[in-house]
């Protein structure tokens, strides 16, 4: 429960930051340019959600393994306290809940940049 509050208030919190940077970058107060900002906000938390998710289903991993295990092989001065086949894998230190809130928080703003947009071309 207390995860699910956090969301929403975050999701809060991100209305209020484009709603001052809205009145302080706008040249003109109207419902285009809040548009823009809720899109420049919306999209980068879909961005970041995106490449997490991206990230988190392992397409980078065997990338990573192939490139430590290459520096192994073509170092010159060993490290042998540095063990590369224990080094977690990037799809191993993303976590569920912070994918989780980029996602979400993407998805919500997406969503009412959407409804803004079909008010804006009704009217």
């Known amino acids: 429960m207390v995860h699910n509050k956090s969301r929403w208030t975050m999701l809060l919190v991100n209305i209020v930051i484009v ?4 009145i302080w970058l706008a ?11 809720l899109f420049y906000i919306a999209y980068f938390y879909l961005f970041i959600g995106i490449l997490m998710w991206i990230i988190r289903g392992g397409f980078f991993d065997a990338i990573t393994y192939s490139f430590r295990r290459f520096y192994n092989n073509v170092a010159k001065e060993k490290d042998y306290l540095d063990d590369w086949k224990d080094k977690p894998l990037p799809s191993q ?9 980029f996602l979400f928080n993407g998805g919500m703003l997406t969503a009412g940049l959407l409804a803004l947009l079909a008010i804006y071309y009704t009217m």
């Open 19 to 22: 709603t001052m940077l809205f």
């Open 93 to 101: 230190t993303i976590r569920k809940s912070w994918l989780g809130f």
């Open 27 to 37: 040249p003109v107060y109207d419902l285009f340019h809040y548009i823009n900002h």
